[in-house]
């Protein structure tokens, strides 16, 4: 079986009218690239779209700050993709001269830029015979050959990319590697794929043996860790009391409220007695008794969020507080969970 060649046929047919597969710009390839990495199209798309307005080439990325660029990112998640795109924009500005690389090779030094990001940007600006292995790939090389070497193993890694390598038409990689990550998101998906209407059916290892939905196969590697924010919130009517984040943890150089984390969830009492509670805001906190706590899940954390209203101004703030007037929180890059309780609070 041509299996590249029906895939590449079946995306002629079945592709999604999608922007960046119109252009072998670099530096829009590149924005749609890493903007999708760990995203839905439907959900990364006005990202991708505002983006290009704000920001046409790679120069004009480069010169905004990085306030602007997290701004622009915000409700994305994983923010550092928005700071390592910044830092790379400024080296394709002053050391290339403003013309994103298109070879492997210099792709690949770029920050933020690993072995799937710099093939896909070789191959789909340059056609360089670079096999593509996303998500997508994994899933239909494994259940196509029934390959059980977990995905996410040092070894199966080298696995899926040689088989990967074997399978690259290489007079259009680019193409065959826009029709395997289409085939793979569009039929062959990870819960409920179209078996029955899959041109390579007949030759799939999987779907001979009903092990679909066994493969493929990844380790377990993620360790969920419980965090306790409790937020206080204070505004004077013109102003709220915010917090700006430093470098060295989620929401990186971001804005929130003013926090104290703690090991467990404790009671309203119990928190409000801790000292370092006490040394901020007094013994004596006059708020409503009941306050809620949410559940936040990140990738690797779970954040059990309350929202303390305090309604007399803190005793003291630390060097990272300060109020901020409302018109200009707007403005500010603020983490998903703060972005909600202000939006709900000021509209």
Not at 91 to 98: K, L
Not at 145 to 174: H, R, V, Y
Not at 195 to 220: G, R
């Amino acid at each position: 079986m041509d299996f590249s060649g029906e895939l590449v046929n079946w995306y002629n047919k079945n592709k999604r009218d999608l922007p960046w597969r119109d252009t072998s710009d670099a530096y829009i390839i590149w924005l749609s690239e890493v903007i999708l990495q760990q995203t839905r199209v439907d959900q990364g798309l006005p990202y991708f779209y505002r983006f290009v307005e704000k920001y046409p080439d790679v120069s004009s990325f480069a010169a905004a700050d990085e306030d602007e660029i997290l701004k622009l990112w915000q409700g994305l998640g994983y923010y550092s993709r928005g700071r390592n795109m910044l830092k790379t924009a400024r080296i394709v500005h002053e050391q290339h001269n403003g013309e994103f690389p298109k070879t492997y090779d210099q792709l690949i030094k770029l920050k933020g830029i690993g072995e799937y990001t710099a093939a896909a940007i070789a191959s789909f600006s340059a056609n360089e015979a670079k096999a593509v292995v996303d998500g997508n790939v994994y899933r239909v090389i494994a259940r196509y050959f029934g390959i059980t070497e977990p995905i996410n193993s040092s070894k199966g890694k080298k696995i899926f990319q040689a088989t990967a390598n074997d399978l690259l038409n290489k007079k259009n990689p680019a193409l065959h590697n826009q029709a395997i990550m289409e085939f793979g998101a569009m039929l062959c998906k990870p819960k409920n794929p179209a078996c029955a209407i899959c041109p390579v059916n007949s030759a799939c290892y999987a779907f001979a043996h009903h092990a679909v939905a066994e493969l493929p196969v990844k380790i377990n590697k993620i360790k969920i860790k419980e965090r306790f924010f409790n937020y206080f919130f204070y505004t004077d009517g013109d102003s709220i009391l915010m917090n700006k984040r430093d470098e060295s943890d989620i929401w990186a150089n971001m804005y929130d409220l003013p926090l104290i984390e703690t090991a467990s969830l404790l009671s309203l009492n119990e928190l409000l007695a801790l000292p370092e509670t006490v040394a901020f805001f007094g013994d004596d906190i006059k708020m409503p008794a009941s306050i809620s706590v949410k559940k936040h899940i990140l990738t690797h954390q779970h954040l059990y969020v309350r929202f303390i209203y305090l309604q007399q101004r803190p005793l003291k703030v630390k060097k990272n507080w300060d109020f901020i007037k409302i018109e200009k929180i707007k403005k500010l890059a603020l983490s998903k969970v703060i972005f909600l309780f202000l939006d709900n609070f000021l509209n």
